[in-house]
């Protein structure tokens, strides 16, 4: 009697989750993006139809799933930034069609080797939800570095530029233009800006505010500070490079010295896990008995939560800001 009863609640919330993404949108939300957009077609600034175009740009390659995305997910406006940080141009309907994708094969597999049927939902919305947030991560993360070791090299680029004559929003596009990767794209992006009516200063913050760096808010500031008080800005960039090549010098050595914690915290941490895999693959039967016996699951989960500490406290030793 539990199978059939599991099988209609999964039918009936997929059901309801199709309705609530597919139905028409609510009317107060309707109403307040009305009111948005009479104050905008009203307003004098030029700051406020830039913005007005940019987001009926966004709205317009939005897709009904991107759409429906945005009704399911937590947070979608959150989600939509770390998707635009890895650069890859992935949606919200593309974020949660993998979601699903991974969450039910990974329920049908565990579903069909033995594993309670309760307990592979609840590791296929786990690994479902994990494994495309940990990807997302991941690919931020490496853009950021990349970013980070390009940056100084721009800067210096930038510092050329001013000391030939051209203008700090000039230079900014030759940036954009020479310098590939992910350094390029942003200063692309700030030049792209300017052009359609930003100011350098608003341009500057928003990518800074996208990126989440600490060394392209240094930059940020540097820039705020010297159009409000003057000064060499070519000379104050160039002392901001060599401090940023420092800093990148500073955390390699950091890295370098907590490797080896690091490996044994990984393996240690991740070797009950893999050998609990694995004889749950060869041996299911076997290890049905894990979650069939209360003073086994009391054990397993008291044994989680210490490895939870210890690997809280050792990822507290090897952590280090600069």
């Known amino acids: 009697m539990m199978l059939p009863a599991l099988i209609l609640i999964g039918v009936f919330t997929i059901l309801a989750m199709l309705v609530l993404a597919f139905s028409g949108p609510s009317p107060a939300k309707a109403a307040t993006r009305r009111l948005s957009t009479l104050r905008t077609r009203h307003s004098e600034t ?38 635009e940080r890895t650069g890859k141009g992935w949606t919200l309907g593309q974020y ?12 049908v597999l565990l579903w069909l080797r033995g594993l309670p049927l309760l307990i592979a939902l609840f590791v296929g919305i786990f690994l479902g939800a994990g494994i495309p947030h940990k990807t997302v991560g991941y690919l931020i993360n490496r853009r950021v570095n990349r970013f980070t070791v390009q940056f100084p090299d721009a800067i210096d680029l930038l510092v050329r530029g001013l000391r030939s004559g051209l203008p700090i929003t000039e230079t900014i596009g030759v940036v954009g233009t020479e310098v590939s990767g992910p350094t390029g794209e942003e200063f692309r992006s700030v030049a792209d800006k300017m052009k359609i009516g930003r100011p350098l200063d608003a341009a500057l913050q928003e990518t800074a505010d996208r990126l989440g760096t600490p060394e392209f808010q240094f930059f940020v500031i540097t820039i705020q500070i010297q159009r409000e008080t003057g000064g060499n800005l070519a000379e104050t960039l160039s002392n901001l490079a060599d401090v940023l090549r420092k800093r990148a010098q500073m955390k390699l050595k950091i890295r370098a ?12 941490g991740s070797l009950p896990f893999i050998v609990f895999a694995m004889i749950m693959w060869l041996s299911p039967d076997y290890m049905l008995q894990f979650f069939q016996d209360p003073r086994l699951i009391v054990a397993g989960l008291g044994g989680m939560i210490w490895m939870a500490i210890g690997a809280f406290i050792m990822a507290k030793m090897v952590s280090f800001e600069i």
Do not use: C, F
């Open 96 to 107: 949660a069609m993998a979601s699903a994708g991974i969450a039910v094969v990974t329920m």
């Open 46 to 83: 030029a700051s406020a139809r830039v913005e007005a175009q940019l987001r009926r740009i966004a709205a317009g390659r939005a897709s009904k799933i991107d759409h429906a995305a945005s009704r399911l997910l937590p947070n979608p406006t959150e989600l939509a930034k770390r998707l």
């Open 257 to 268: 010295m907590s490797s080896e914690s690091k490996a044994s915290a990984y393996i240690v």
